[in-house]
């Protein structure tokens, strides 16, 4: 008799500490998931501006812990579906939306400035509205912003400074306007800082760190309900 008074004392305890342990084990599930759906999850989209740069980890520390900032770049991608590397065709561009971010930063168009890369810029917007549509369509309802790619300092290559002023950016910001959609001009902000670049075309430390502290501003700007260069 005393052995089974034991033994349901045993299973009693047991069954106690198991309640405790699931008990636990909710409560950090739930604060674990509290904590996830107050992180703002941020998408870094590009070339290799973006993919080899360090401005999204730079960006990472200028935002703090309530944001997550993720590399979707691609070196050599492109706005255009008519060139060796379009963005859309890549796999970061999946996982970029599946990642379901609350904010995009899409920085491309480098690319689309060398005739060797891009066949065809002509519907530069339209091919831009692919990858816009993929991110606008998300339950996440990401603000999206486009950014001006940064000048090209180079006469050494088939980069194209021209280019990228005459062609590429003017669709850019005619498909912000419109779509609605926020621009920044890193174009401006680098305009006169050849210093920034390692090539001419890809920023080193110092530019990255400009890049980084330009969509920082822009987006304490969007806190502040400030408009951002349009």
């Known amino acids: 008799m005393k052995k089974d008074t034991k033994t349901k004392k ?50 990472q520390k200028l935002l703090g812990t309530n944001y997550e900032v993720k590399n979707f770049g691609v070196s050599g991608s492109t706005v255009s579906v008519e060139s060796k590397i ?21 920085l491309l168009g480098t690319n689309d400035a060398n005739p060797e890369i891009a066949y065809d810029v002509e519907d530069l917007d339209d091919d831009y509205s692919i990858i816009v549509n993929a991110f606008q369509q998300l339950p996440s309802k990401p603000q999206i912003i486009l950014i001006k790619s940064p000048p090209i300092f180079t ?17 850019i910001e005619y498909f912000a306007e419109q779509m609605n ?38 987006i304490n700007d969007a806190r502040e309900g400030k408009t951002s260069s349009k």
């Not at 379009?86 to 899409?106: C, D, R």
């Open 86 to 106: 379009p963005y859309v065709n890549q796999p970061q561009f999946k996982w970029a939306v599946e990642y379901e971010p609350n904010l995009v930063f899409i």
């Open 155 to 171: 006469d050494n290559c088939s980069y194209n400074n021209t280019r990228l002023v005459t062609d590429v950016i003017p669709q």
């Open 10 to 59: 045993t299973a009693v305890t047991l069954l106690t500490v198991m309640l405790i342990a699931l008990s636990c084990t909710a409560l950090i599930n739930a604060s674990v998931t509290n904590y996830l759906s107050n992180i703002t999850r941020v998408a870094c989209v590009g070339d290799s501006i973006t993919q080899e740069s360090e401005y999204p980890s730079k960006l």
């Open 181 to 218: 959609l926020t621009t920044i001009d890193l174009y401006g902000a680098l305009e006169n800082r050849v210093d920034c670049f390692s090539d001419g075309v890809h920023p080193n430390d110092n530019g990255s760190t400009i890049i980084a502290s330009t969509i920082y501003n822009a």
